[in-house]
Each structure stands twice: as structure tokens, then as C-alpha cells.
């Protein structure tokens, strides 16, 4: 985890990081491994979900369709 915030917008905490494999990241390799992202924190691990998509829509084009 590079970093983390409360998301008042979406009403959770939000954490980024990096996610690094030998053969690069794709979408392929994101959405196959979908159910498998775990981010420990103090020894907890927590499901998590990695995406390309930016967190920030400063034009609310995603609420708009």
C-alpha cells in the first residue's frame, strides 16, 4: 500500500498500491485473478479489489452514464 484515505463518496476506506509481476500487469491478469486480491495490514488480511480505472471522476461522467 502506497496509500490510503476514508472515501466519503463511496463510505469506506480506500488504499493504493502497486502490483508488480515479472511478465507486467494486464487487465487479463486483474480480472482472472478477481476473487484472489488480499492486502494485509497489521497481519489482517482483507479481500481487495485491483483496478486500472482512476478512483477520482472530477467530471462525474461515470454518474452521468
Keep these: 500500500i502506497s496509500s ?3 472515501g466519503f463518496s ?3 476506506s480506500v488504499a493504493m498500491g502497486y502490483v ?3 511478465d507486467g500487469v494486464t487487465t487479463d ?3 482472472s485473478n478477481e476473487d484472489k486480491w488480499e492486502i494485509e ?6 479481500k481487495a479489489e485491483a483496478s486500472f480505472r482512476a478512483f477520482f471522476d ?5 454518474v452521468k452514464g
Design 29 to 31: 491478469l486483474l480480472s
Design 4 to 6: 490510503g484515505a476514508y
Design 58 to 62: 472530477p467530471g462525474g461522467d461515470r
Design 41 to 46: 495490514i497489521a497481519c489482517e488480511r482483507y
Design 20 to 22: 508488480y509481476h515479472p
Design 10 to 12: 463511496l463510505g469506506a
